[in-house]
């Protein structure tokens, strides 16, 4: 039992210390003998170990370096900075056009609005037919069918209303040449 006690209190190499090898003396001849062929491969993999985090962080050191590079020049970035706080001052003032200089952010919030009622319409619709007894679900589901269509086609006009308000602003090159 004490024996236990003590083995376990020894002191014993540690994970970063190659065990020291052993020396025999044989004939005035002095050979070094290492104590297995498991603390060798050990040290060996210690080896490779401490090698791979230098290698590792040099390569990030190297690609975060170039990886940056766009940002070292002070001129590249207040040149950016001033054309996003343009766009932001467009944004509050509503000048921003996303299909040419007809269509607005209204127009397009507009369609949007369309959509939403399209979509709610057509959930409500659904809801109701669902109540229905069965020889009436045939009329209603004809008569939703007819106002989703009719819906469906406004918000397929105002679409194209943007669409067309794009292609008139877009210059043509083909009729240039």
């Known amino acids: 039992m004490e024996e236990r006690k ?23 001849r002095t050979f070094g003998i290492a104590t297995g062929t498991h603390s060798h491969q050990k040290t060996k993999f210690r080896r490779g170990a401490r090698d791979k985090p230098k290698l590792q962080s040099q390569l990030s050191n190297q690609a975060a370096t170039t990886q940056h590079s766009f940002l070292t020049d002070v001129s590249d970035v207040q040149e950016m900075e001033k054309g996003l706080l343009s766009l932001l001052n467009d944004f509050h003032s ?29 959930f409500d619709l659904n809801a109701e037919v669902d109540d229905m007894p069965e020889d009436q679900r045939k009329l209603a589901c004809d008569t939703n069918m007819d106002k989703l269509l009719l819906n469906l086609e406004e918000l397929s006009s ?20």
């Not at 003590?6 to 005035?28: D, E, L, Y």
């Not at 105002?158 to 240039?176: E, F, G, Y």
């Open 6 to 28: 003590m083995k376990r209190k020894s002191p014993r190499p540690s994970a970063n210390q190659a065990a020291p090898p052993i020396t025999v003396r044989n004939s005035g």
């Open 94 to 122: 509503g000048k921003l056009q996303a299909f040419g200089n007809e269509c607005s952010i209204d127009q397009m919030e507009h369609v949007r609005e369309m959509q939403e009622k399209l979509a709610r319409l057509h």
């Open 158 to 177: 105002s679409i194209q209303k943007l669409n067309l308000a794009d292609n008139q602003d877009t210059p043509r090159s083909s009729s240039n040449i």
